[in-house]
Nanobody
Framework: QVQLVESGGGLVQPGGSLRLSCVAS????????MGWYRQAPGKPRELVAV???????DYADSVKGRFTISRDNNKNTVYLQMNDLKPEDTAVYYC??????????????WGQGTQVTVSS
């Protein structure tokens, strides 16, 4: 009933930029928060950035000052602007939504992931 579709990943050189988008659709009543997580090979999935319904955001220390999370509530979309990308940013990036369905069940949903590769 709910799906998250991510886009915007790709291959960039160090210092480059990418903008990820994630659109939530389906039987959604409201979205409490949305976020981006990433998982590099051999490492656990980690928080990159989150933003709640009040537009309060939080970031992993490793991306502060370089990444910006934002959301468009009318479009049920969350964005991640990634600047000054570094090789260590290479990972599969996953979108997450903490939401209330139209049946008033609160659940977390995940996107399929989009690959971000930062390499020369």
């Amino acid at each position: 009933q709910v799906q998250l579709v991510e886009s915007g990943g790709g291959l960039v050189q160090p210092g480059g930029s990418l903008r990820l988008s994630c659109v939530a659709s389906g039987s959604i009543f409201s979205i409490y928060g949305m976020g981006w997580y990433r998982q590099a090979p051999g490492k656990p999935r980690e928080l990159v950035a989150v933003i709640n319904s009040g537009d309060i955001s939080d970031y992993a220390d490793s991306v502060k000052g370089r990444f910006t999370i934002s959301r468009d509530n009318n479009k049920n979309t969350v964005y991640l602007q990634m600047n000054d990308l570094k090789p260590e940013d290479t990972a599969v990036y996953y979108c997450n939504a903490d939401l209330l369905t139209i049946t008033f069940r609160r659940n977390n949903y995940w996107g399929q992931g989009t690959q971000v590769t930062v390499s020369s």
